[in-house]
C-alpha cells in the first residue's frame, strides 16, 4: 500500500511582511512553482517565494484541515509557529532546486 504525503506551508516575501498558507502533495515542486511564478496569483504579485515552515500529514483530509485553521488564525499566531521552528526566518528550500 502506497503512503502518501500531504505538506501545508506557509510562504512569505523577502522582507517577510506577506504570508502565504498553501498545501500540496509535493512540496519540492511546489516551491519551484512559486519560485519560477508559473502560475499569476498572490504570490508572484507579493513575490512569496521563501519556504519558512511546513508541516507533513499522511491523509489529504488532514493537511486541508491543518490549512484551513491556520488561516483562519491571526497573523501573530502565524508568526509564533514560524517563530518556534524557524526563528531567523530562513528559507527552508535552500539547496532544493539548482
Known sequence: MK???YY???LT???NT???IGVTSNL???IWQHKEKVYRGFTSRYDCDKLVYYEEFQWVHDAIAREKQLKGGSRQKKIDLIVSTNPDWNDL???WHS
Open 3 to 5: 503512503t502518501y504525503q
Open 13 to 15: 516575501n523577502k522582507v
Open 8 to 10: 501545508v506551508y506557509i
Open 93 to 95: 528550500s535552500i539547496g
Open 18 to 20: 506577506v504570508l502565504y
Open 28 to 30: 519540492e515542486q511546489r
